[in-house]
C-alpha cells in the first residue's frame, strides 16, 4: 500500500490546514515504544508532546497492554446503563480512593469535550434538583480550551478556530484570564489577575451554576501557567457565594504538573472534576467526571420527582478502556511515577530558564513535566515558531507549536539521556531560527 498517496486520498486530519499540509513530507507513524515513535521509513521520533499530552506512561508499556489484550479475550463491551461491569468497578474504586478530597462519584464519557459535556449538564441539573433552576450559566476564562463539540466550544471561544459557527455556539460569561507571559500588574505576584474573576462572580453569582477552569495551566491558549494560588482562591470564593467549581485536568491531571492532580497543588478539592487523556495512559479513549456524594444524591428522585440524569454514551465505562485504566493507575503505584518525573521536570525547569535568556525569546516557564516559551513578535513571532518546530521534527522531536508559543510536553518516565538529547534538538532549533 502507498500510504501517503492513501492518506491524501481519505483522511481528515485534525487541526491540521489542508493545502499545507499536502505539500508536506508528513511522518506516517508505524509503531512506538517507550518516549519513541518509528515511521515506515524506519525513522525514529521523540514524542516531544506526548502524543497531544496523553502518554503520561510512555509507548507499549508492557502492563497497560498485557491487560488490555487480557480484557479482550474476557469481555470486550458492557453497557453501563442499568447494569455494571467487574472492572469498572474495580476503576471506580481506585479513582475514589486517590481523588482529591471527597470526590467519590464517577461518571464515565467517551473522550474529554464528552466529559465536559457531562460535567456541565451534571452542574446545572444539580440547581434543577435543588429548586434554584435560575443558577444555569457558566463562567469561564478567556483563551480556555474545553473541547471542540458545541457546547465546549462556548466556553473558550476563539475567532480564529470557531468565526465559522460563531451564529450557533452558546458562549459562556468570560473572566479575563491570568497571562503570566504578558502580566498587565507587575513581577512581583499578588494575583491582582483575580480580581476579575471575582468581580464578575460577584456580580453574577446568583444565575451562575458553575465556574470551569483549567487549573494552573490553559494548554491550547498556549501552555500559560499560572500560580496554584488563583484556583485556591476560586475555591474559596465559590464556596462563599455558593457556586459549583467545576476542574478540567483532562490535560494536567495524572502527574503532569509534578501532582497527580493540579488541585492538589492548590489544595483544594473541586465540585467535579474532569479526568482522561493520560487516564488510561493515553491508550484508548476514556473520560470521567469525578463528584461528591452531595452533588450525586440530588438526582435521586423524591415524592415521585424524576432526577434521573438523561446522559449518556455507548461506550461509558468501557471494559478495554477501562482495563487499560486500572492498569496506568497500577503502574502509577508500582513504579512510583510521580517520583521518576522528578528528573525530567528539573532538566525541562533549568533548561527553559535558560531559554528565556535567548535573544528573541519574551518569556519562558516550566512546572512538572510542561514547559512553554514565546517567541517575541520582533523576532518573528508565529513564523519562528513554526520553523523551529519543522527543524525539529526534521532532526526528530515532535512539537507542535501553539502561535508563538512552542513547548515540550514529554511523557513522565522520560529518562536522562533521552531527555537531554531531545532538549538539545529544541535549543539547537531555537537558536537557529532566532539566529
Known amino acids: 500500500m502507498n500510504y501517503r498517496e492513501t492518506d491524501l486520498q481519505h483522511l481528515w486530519h485534525p487541526y491540521t490546514g489542508i493545502d499545507e499540509f499536502e505539500l508536506t513530507d508528513f511522518p506516517i507513524i508505524q509503531s512506538a515504544t517507550g518516549v519513541r515513535l518509528l515511521d515506515i521509513t524506519g525513522k525514529k521520533y521523540f514524542d516531544g508532546i506526548s502524543s497531544w499530552w496523553c502518554v503520561n506512561l510512555g509507548h507499549s508499556h508492557p502492563h497497560i497492554v498485557n491487560s488490555i489484550a487480557q480484557q479482550a479475550v474476557r469481555l470486550q463491551h458492557c453497557i453501563t446503563g ?36 457531562a460535567a456541565l449538564r451534571i452542574a446545572i441539573q444539580y440547581w434543577w434538583n435543588i429548586g434554584q433552576p435560575e443558577k444555569k450559566n457558566v463562567i469561564s476564562l478567556s483563551g480556555a480550551y474545553h473541547g471542540d463539540t458545541l457546547g465546549t466550544v462556548g466556553l473558550g471561544f476563539l475567532q480564529r478556530f470557531h468565526k465559522p459557527i460563531e451564529h450557533v455556539v452558546n458562549r459562556s460569561v468570560q473572566a479575563p484570564a491570568p497571562h ?7 513581577d512581583n505576584c499578588s494575583l491582582q489577575c483575580f480580581n476579575a474573576m471575582e468581580d464578575i462572580l460577584r456580580e453574577k453569582a446568583g444565575t451562575t451554576a458553575a465556574v470551569i477552569i483549567e487549573p494552573v495551566c490553559q494548554g491550547a491558549a ?48 473541586a465540585d467535579l472534576m474532569i479526568v482522561g487523556k493520560s487516564l488510561t495512559g493515553g491508550y484508548l479513549p476514556m473520560s470521567a467526571v469525578l463528584t461528591t456524594s452531595e452533588v450525586f444524591d440530588s438526582f435521586r428522585s423524591v415524592n415521585s420527582r424524576d432526577r434521573t440524569f438523561y ?47 535567548i535573544p528573541g525569546v519574551h518569556r519562558s516557564t516550566a512546572l512538572g513535566c510542561m514547559s512553554s516559551l514565546e517567541i517575541s513578535a520582533e523576532a518573528g513571532g508565529r513564523d519562528a515558531a513554526a520553523r ?40 539547537d532549533c531555537l537558536k537557529t531560527c532566532l539566529d
Open 222 to 269: 498556549g501552555i500559560r501557567i499560572y500560580p496554584p494560588g488563583y484556583v485556591t482562591r476560586l475555591r474559596e470564593l465559590c464556596t462563599e457565594l455558593d457556586v459549583l467549581l467545576i476542574l478540567d485536568e483532562i490535560a494536567v491531571g495524572f502527574g503532569r504538573t509534578g501532582a497527580m492532580f493540579a488541585s492538589d497543588l492548590a489544595e483544594i478539592q
Open 311 to 357: 446522559h449518556g454514551h455507548t461506550f461509558s465505562g468501557n471494559p478495554l478502556a477501562a482495563a487499560a485504566a486500572v492498569a496506568a493507575l497500577e503502574v502509577f503505584d508500582n513504579e512510583d511515577v510521580l517520583e521518576q518525573s522528578r528528573l525530567p521536570a528539573a532538566l525541562l525547569k533549568s533548561a527553559f530558564s535558560e531559554f528565556g535568556a
Open 388 to 427: 523551529t518546530a519543522a527543524m525539529a521534527l526534521d532532526l526528530g522531536l515532535i512539537i507542535r507549536p501553539l502561535g508563538p508559543v512552542i513547548y515540550l510536553w514529554p511523557p513522565l518516565v522520560t529518562g536522562k539521556s533521552d531527555m537531554e538529547e531531545m532538549l538539545g534538538i529544541f535549543s
Open 82 to 117: 442499568g447494569m455494571s461491569h467487574t472492572v469498572v468497578i474495580k476503576l471506580s474504586e481506585m479513582l475514589s480512593e486517590i481523588a482529591p478530597g471527597k470526590l467519590n462519584r464517577i461518571y464515565y464519557a467517551s473522550d474529554g469535550a464528552s466529559g465536559v459535556e
Open 180 to 186: 503570566c507571559f504578558h502580566c498587565q500588574f507587575s
